[in-house]
């Protein structure tokens, strides 16, 4: 029964590691082809005069010009004020605001509900955003058709596009009905994980539901809160699908114009057909920036050295 | 097959986890390795199977050096603490999982895992259940199979029994003994528990801070403890060990324990107590009890009493010293008695004041 | 606990107010898609018309002609698109999620870190560098391309996913499988791709998902109408929104939204996992 032991004397020589290679090689591969290389790009071409009229190869490097023309453009303020507008208040009443309500509100219900509440507000977010679009521009629409109007007209308010003109509340309201689900799940669990003694303490102790819930549950998810606040202050600062899907910037010139929106439009599909990729780049490069400044925060929020222990395996 | 260690090493960072280590496992020898929690031991045993390569030094299996060899090159069976089966699989398929490796032929899978099967007495009704299903004497058995299927040269085991209940553990204790044995397979046993490494073990080596302490035959590790170390960590309940000091007064030498009590002993005795300050050990059925008053036994107060079935742990207090005392079970003592304690002289061990022993 | 959380006729009130938004969306979409006309939540008749669609002859990319693909080839192209992602997401992040979280090599932990800071980098941000790229590639109006580029922007949040799902199997097993005689690539496969088979179930109907929903990659990067996904198709019939046929438009969108409504609830308890130990938002 004597099994053959192999030798095993020699260090083995340095060779390369087969193993590791299929393991790493494609996600390095792809990572740096859709990653690192776009974001070098990025810095590039916002030194150049790169559009659909120069092609790939005939554009000119025009220094700063792309940045100076940002600086004295007459939309550059109205598009970021409309930015912070629309990230700040998304964020506050429904990201955060709405999350907390729907998060607290559906673990102090019986069971069933609140996972109905849940599910119901998780619905918007895997809709594809398409349909999701859809949806609101016609609860919006002028009457007959308009789900909204309806409502509101034996209230004696005259029918119109609602979405055309009031935008930016339905602009946050699409958004936030998204946007909103993030923060519940995340609360939800935050608050399901609080230990149940905590709480039966504080009921021993006479508290009610509601000084339960200010004086325990809500100190006791503040991580929670503040990690989802930062996280969806990025995701709203670089995120346009949904206005470029029902407003698309207007109506008119920029109302509802944010920053992403305006770096994918100079970009990638103006109203003149000649795109401006240098242009575009420039925009987008605040954005990068300002990804890469949150990204480390969040690396240095993340506790690195609990994530990462070693391995216990080393063949 | 017999290995050798010789000035094993495995740091991890700045951590020695193994130092300097030199053992000699024989040829169907069963070793324990033996010590408290991170003192090195389980380290030692995944350099011995490959899953951890050595920072310095050399592994010999036989006369090859296999410190770069893999573990599935080795021929080693190795049980875990969890046993590690694998939940996906069903037992057979566990047990048969070495064997599909070694790309053997389905009827000769089939014989040799009933025969293992056989062999370590699990029931073949439970083949066909997953690992999930099973008790943890059953699991037990299960990875005991799977180790051995493949006929390994080497038998590796970390913490196999801690898992089980105490009667459980009893049980498997004979048994995997029994069947180390019966294979003459050179084992090689991890464990934190002294009862454990004393009953199983043909020799033991005791570890602390990634070095051995001590090698030898459980008899030698409790009868002639080393070091303090040992001395303390081998024996239940644990031997008493106190700080003392050697003097002379008109009877001659003595021995002051803690400042609470002299013991005398003879002259040869303290012609090798060289220093003045020493470690006085001994173990708790060495101290001896009287109920009656006698002038050359020291008196103290009945603490605490433990009853331990077939016989009474006792822990008497003398002066500023807690002394523990095996009686046999029909003493009747309790809480503030008077006792007459007798220390029996030559069951005395001795230690420097750096905790080796004296040698008498 | 039986006293605590709110009690009575408020909570169902409150309930019924937060639901209602959303149930009147959809709603709509269901009652428009069999309504020959509505008029905000009142339909004018009852069709079947909407759904003719459905009756086209199927017909494939190979087939179809430039002139008029149909639904088939759109949600051929679709279920091409997110398949597509799904496999190469599940490869690349089981490989790599391993590497991270088993195998000690030099790099690790720089690698991991970057998995983090990508993790939560905005890749949307990206969309002139990575036209560019995929010109450069000859990728460009391909669905490969698309495909690839989404596969890669996943890749961070899904070898973190996969990472804390093979942190989570007992080193002894792995040890235990070494010892029995695998290598590390068999072991990889013979035993830790079972034992992670909850995540990489959760991961494959998650990444399914959202490729399967996507619009703005599709819709900037493949341009040609045969190899449109129904996302993009759907935009095209909302385009000009003086023309829209909104029977056929809410029977298309619900016809779109069926397996996505079937994963949702034969899936949910691995969904929500992922929605909450993953951070996309």
């Known amino acids: 029964m004597m099994l053959k032991i192999k030798d095993g004397g020699n260090p083995r020589p340095k060779k390369i590691n087969w193993n590791l290679l299929f393991f790493l090689a494609p996600a390095i591969i792809l990572i740096i082809i859709f990653f690192f290389v776009p974001v070098f790009l990025t810095f590039l071409m916002s030194f150049t005069n790169m559009s659909t009229a120069t092609g790939l190869t005939g554009f000119k490097i025009i220094g700063f010009k792309n940045y100076l023309q940002i600086l004295k453009s007459q939309w550059t303020l109205k598009i970021l004020k409309n930015t912070l507008f629309y990230v700040f208040t998304t964020l506050s009443l429904f990201n955060v605001g709405t999350a907390l309500f729907l998060a607290i509100f559906s673990t102090h219900i019986s069971e069933n509900a609140g996972k109905f509440v849940r599910t119901l507000w998780l619905l918007p977010r895997i809709t594809p955003s398409v349909v999701y679009a859809t949806l609101w521009t016609w609860f919006t629409a002028e009457a007959p058709y308009g789900v909204l109007n309806q409502f509101l007209s034996p209230l004696g308010i005259s029918s119109r596009n609602w979405l055309m003109s009031t935008p930016w509340v339905f602009i946050i309201l699409i958004n936030g009905f998204v946007g909103a689900s993030f923060g519940m799940l995340i609360f939800t669990s935050a608050i399901k994980n609080i230990p149940p003694d905590y709480i039966m303490a504080a009921q021993v102790d006479g508290a009610s539901t509601f000084q339960t819930i200010r004086k325990v549950i809500l100190p006791m998810i503040r991580w929670p809160i503040l990690f989802v606040t930062t996280y969806q202050t990025l995701s709203l600062l670089t995120s346009f699908e949904y206005i470029l899907l029902t407003t698309d910037g207007g109506p008119g010139f920029y109302t509802t114009e944010v920053w992403a929106l305006y770096a994918y439009h100079n970009a990638l599909s103006n109203y003149y057909g000649n795109t401006l990729f240098g242009f575009g780049a420039a925009l987008s490069v605040f954005l990068v920036i300002l990804g890469i400044i949150f990204s480390i925060i969040y690396l240095r929020v993340f506790n690195f050295r609990a994530l990462i222990s070693e391995p216990k395996i080393e063949v | 097959m017999r290995i050798l260690l010789e000035n094993l090493s495995k740091h991890f960072g700045k951590v020695r986890a193994v130092d300097s280590l030199n053992l000699e496992i024989k040829e169907g020898e069963f070793l324990v390795l033996l010590g408290p929690s991170g003192c090195g031991k389980t380290t030692t045993l995944l350099l011995i199977a490959g899953l951890y390569k050595p920072t310095s030094g050399n592994i010999y299996f036989g006369e090859k050096i296999v410190n770069n060899l893999s573990p599935k090159d080795r021929g080693i069976g190795m049980v875990f603490q969890s046993y590690a089966l694998y939940p996906h699989m069903n037992v057979y398929e566990n047990i048969a999982f070495p064997l599909t490796l070694m790309k053997k032929s389905k009827s000769e899978i089939d014989k040799m895992v009933r025969e293992i099967v056989k062999f370590v007495q699990l029931d073949e009704e439970l083949l066909e259940r997953r690992p999930g299903q099973l008790s943890g004497g059953q699991q037990q058995r299960v990875a005991l199979a799977r180790a051995l299927v493949k006929g390994p040269n080497i038998l590796l085991l970390d913490e196999p029994l801690s898992n089980l209940d105490a009667k459980l553990r009893l049980i498997m204790r004979t048994e995997i003994k029994h069947l180390q044995k019966q294979l003459g397979i050179t084992t090689i046993l991890v464990t934190h528990d002294q009862v454990e490494a004393m009953t199983m073990g043909d020799r033991i080596a005791l570890m602390q801070h990634g070095k051995i302490q001590q090698v030898g035959t459980p008899d030698e590790l409790y009868n002639q403890p080393i070091n303090l170390f040992t001395a303390g960590f081998i024996g239940s309940p644990p031997m008493n060990i106190y700080n003392s000091k050697i003097g002379k007064d008109d009877e001659g030498y003595y021995v002051l324990v803690e400042e609470s009590f002299k013991l005398r002993f003879p002259e040869k005795i303290f012609r090798e107590l060289k220093e003045e300050n020493i470690f006085l050990g001994i173990r708790p059925e060495h101290v001896s009890i009287s109920l009656q008053p006698s002038n050359n036994l020291i008196s103290g107060i009945v603490y605490v009493t433990e009853p331990l079935g077939r016989e009474v742990l006792l822990n008497i207090q003398v002066g500023k010293v807690l002394l523990k005392s095996i009686a046999p079970q029909n003493i009747k003592l309790s809480s503030g008695d008077k006792v007459w304690i007798n220390f029996d002289v030559n069951y005395c061990h001795f230690f420097d004041k750096d905790g080796n022993r004296i040698k008498i | ?281």
């Open chain 3, 1 to 281: 606990m039986e006293n605590y959380g709110f009690k009575g006729p408020i909570p169902i009130i409150i309930l019924i107010l937060i639901c209602l938004p959303i149930i009147i969306l959809y709603g709509w979409l269901i009652l428009s898609s069999f309504a020959v006309r509505m008029e905000g939540l009142k339909p004018y008749g009852w069709t079947l018309n909407n759904w003719k669609f459905l009756l086209e002859k199927p017909t494939f990319f190979w087939q179809a002609g430039e002139e008029n693909p149909n639904i088939w080839v759109y949600t051929f192209n679709t279920l091409l698109y997110s398949l597509g992602i799904t496999i190469f997401t599940i490869f690349i992040c089981t490989t790599a999620g391993y590497a991270i979280s088993r195998l000690s090599f030099r790099g690790r932990r720089p690698l991991l870190a970057l998995t983090i800071i990508l993790h939560s980098f905005p890749s949307i941000t990206l969309l002139v560098g990575i036209f560019v790229v995929l010109l450069f590639l000859g990728l460009y109006d391909r669905l490969l391309g698309v495909i690839l580029v989404r596969v890669a922007l996943q890749l961070p949040f899904g070898i973190w996913i996969m990472k804390g799902f093979f942190d989570s199997i007992s080193w002894d097993v792995e040890m235990a499988s070494l010892v029995d005689g695998c290598s590390r690539l068999k072991t990889w496969y013979k035993i830790m791709l079972p034992l992670v088979s909850p995540g990489i179930l959760a991961l494959s109907v998650f990444t399914f998902l959202s490729g399967w929903g996507d619009f703005l990659f599709p819709y900037i990067f493949i341009p040609s109408k045969t190899s449109q996904t129904l996302s993009v198709y759907l935009r095209s019939l909302t385009a000009d929104v003086r023309f829209v046929d909104y029977g056929l438009v809410t029977a298309v969108g619900l016809y779109y939204m069926i397996p996505i409504i079937l994963l949702y609830i034969f899936a949910q308890k691995y969904l929500l996992n992922i929605y909450t130990g993953g951070t996309k938002g």
